[in-house]
């Protein structure tokens, strides 16, 4: 008897098979874990944070380089920006290029708005849309992005139909070349150089119509400004800025190249420097050529005149009249 009960004992306290032991967790050890991953979290949000501020500064315009990272951010830091760029580059925020001078990697940021717009494209569009990006306002001729994506052309005429769907690139003409075309990002402004600037239309021609009234209003200046006594570069385009002349805006580069056409035709020359050391332009005057040959110079050994020939080039024959234009 005495061993049976024994044996009933011990079946009792032996832990039966197959039934889950429930252990209580240490409470101190799961406010731990849970305080180590808010922590990391809260720093790769900062270390985000941080690493999309540096886009706004004026020297990462162009994008920032690994070597450039490393040296704003420290070896570790730099090790845990990884993620945070392969998750950027997913979202279509980031894109990668290389840099033309030491072929490192360059990161640009890229809008929301740009960044829906590149949702869906493949690798391939993606690498055309970065060599026209690298053209900046200047564009890129097509036939240049065939020869550095080395994609066949009918695989490049859709990807530029997807590119200019989304509004991502535009074509665009030169007036030097008008039957071809050339690619720039959609929201730049193409550069004088391409355009001819304000002295050619929409159409890339050349507006003689626009230059000729832009002409009268510069010798109108030059004689009534300061009882054309003399008036300067400077006065004549914020005269022309007030006049609301031009039906664009025009620099003072823009405005001297009028000038220097007027001159070059005789029209209006300069006179002499103002109290700033500035130009003053007053109209041209007639010269007679007494006061600047001698008679000697003038007559040929039969005391005939004979053809006197300027410095500029320009001949004057024996049968007209001795005068000329300065």
Not at 58 to 84: D, V, Y
Not at 186 to 194: G, Q, S
Not at 241 to 268: C, G, H, K
Not at 280 to 298: G, H, L, P, Q, Y
Request: aromatic residues 8%; charged residues 30%; positive net charge.
């Amino acid at each position: 008897m005495g061993e049976r009960r024994i044996i009933k004992r011990a079946r009792k306290t032996a832990p039966t098979r197959g039934i889950k032991v429930k252990v209580k967790a240490d409470p101190a050890a799961d406010t731990s874990h849970a305080s180590t991953t808010t922590n990391n979290t809260s720093d790769e949000k900062i270390l985000r944070t941080e690493f999309i501020d540096l886009f706004s500064r004026p020297q990462f315009r162009r994008g920032i380089s690994n070597p450039q990272l490393k040296t704003l951010f420290g070896h570790e830091k730099f090790l845990r920006l990884a993620p945070i760029i392969n998750s950027l580059t997913h979202l279509s925020r980031l894109s990668i290029s290389k840099n033309a001078q030491d072929d490192e990697l360059l990161y640009n940021l890229v809008s929301d708005v740009v960044a829906s717009k590149f949702a869906g494209l493949d690798a391939t569009a993606r690498m055309v849309y970065q060599v026209i990006e690298k053209a900046e306002n200047m564009g890129i001729w097509t036939k240049d992005i065939k020869y550095q994506t080395s994609i066949p052309q009918q695989a490049l005429n859709k990807i530029y139909k997807s590119l200019e769907g989304r509004k991502l690139i535009k074509p665009v003409k030169a007036v030097t070349a008008k039957q071809k075309k050339l690619y720039m990002l959609y929201d730049l402004v193409p550069a004088k150089e391409i355009t001819g600037g304000p002295w050619y239309t929409t159409e890339l021609e050349f507006d003689h119509e626009f230059i000729s009234e832009l002409r009268k209003f510069v010798i109108i200046c030059v004689k009534q400004l300061n009882k054309g006594k003399g008036v300067t570069l400077k006065e004549i385009a914020k005269k022309m800025e007030e006049a609301n002349i031009s039906r664009v805006p025009l620099n003072l580069q823009e405005v001297q190249q009028l000038m220097q056409t007027l001159a070059f035709d005789y029209l209006i020359e300069p006179l002499g420097v103002d109290r700033n050391k500035e130009v003053m332009f007053i109209s041209a005057r007639k010269i007679t050529t007494n006061c600047e040959f001698k008679s000697w110079e003038v007559l040929a050994p039969d005391f005939h005149f004979r053809d006197i020939e300027y410095e500029d080039g320009v001949v004057l024959k024996a049968h007209e009249p001795h005068y000329h234009t300065a």
